[in-house]
């Protein structure tokens, strides 16, 4: 069942985000050569902390996974999409790595993503980070009240497919409110015109996911939770919270 929120929610889940913005931008900030996912991890939760924030990922355990998530934060580096799990892996010139982090305030949740590479960037890399940024600004600009759900599965697709690249057909974005999974799915390729109609109220977890290789298989690594690129190209992911209302889409969880 989709939940529509209230105006004064959203303000609420408006808070929430903008911890996940802080997190993110203080996590790409501490980003560098030799630093550790782990530590990233750790910058994560200082600013939930300070915030009085808690994790939806932190112990999360959805049907496919063996294992509680360990951490705040989904560290994904090079090959890998997304769900990565924060090790002791130090960051090495020209990776590109992609980091997912949810905040919980007040009852209710914002989740959000960036891609973004360190030291000396590749050529290719900037160009699909590129991409999944064009992509994920091309499905918020169709999030709007008359639209369907296609309509930002289609945008979304249209500037991934129009680059080359591979998309992951059953991982997407997702509702999102009082949990951070909620219904409706948000597929990354549609047809426009179809799907379930936009309402004001309605919060979405807008999420493209994007393999350079341009084929669309991938495998879960033994961790049984990060999902990588079957041919070994590497992957960005972007991510914002959007409400969608009568004035046009809000993203919650700008930086």
């Known amino acids: 069942m989709v939940e529509l929120k209230t105006d004064t929610s959203i303000e609420a889940m408006y808070e929430a985000g903008q911890v996940v913005g802080r997190a993110l931008t203080a996590v790409q ?18 600013v939930l902390r300070e915030a009085g924030a808690s994790s939806p990922f932190l112990g999360y355990r959805p049907s496919f996974a063996t294992t509680p998530f360990p951490a705040v934060i989904c560290a994904s580096v090079n090959d890998a999409i997304v769900h990565g799990i924060p090790t002791g892996y130090r960051l090495r010139d020209g990776d590109l790595v992609s980091i997912d982090c949810g905040a919980q305030l ?50 979304i697709g249209t500037v991934c497919r129009g680059g080359g690249y591979g998309i992951m057909d059953d ?3 997702h509702g999102i409110g009082r949990r951070m999974h909620e219904d409706p799915p948000v597929p990354n390729e ?8 936009l309402r004001h109220g309605m919060v979405l977890a807008i999420e493209p996911m994007l393999i350079a290789g341009g084929t669309d ?28 209302t009568d004035a046009g889409p809000r993203v919650l969880t700008a930086r």
């Open 190 to 197: 549609g047809r426009p015109g179809r799907g379930l109609a």
């Open 29 to 46: 900030k501490a980003a560098d050569v030799g630093v550790s996912l782990l530590e990233l991890d750790e910058v994560a939760r200082g």
């Open 217 to 244: 298989e991938y495998h879960a690594a033994p961790d049984g939770w990060t999902l990588k690129t079957n041919d070994g190209s590497r992957a960005a992911h972007t991510e914002h919270t959007v409400a969608i």
């Open 106 to 155: 007040g009852g209710w949740a914002g989740d959000s993503a960036i891609s973004f590479t360190v030291g000396r960037p590749r050529p290719a890399d900037v160009r699909l980070i590129e991409a999944a940024e064009q992509a994920l600004a091309a499905g918020i600009a169709a999030a709007v009240v008359g639209n369907r759900m296609g309509d930002i599965a289609h945008a």
């Open 171 to 173: 991982f997407g974005g």
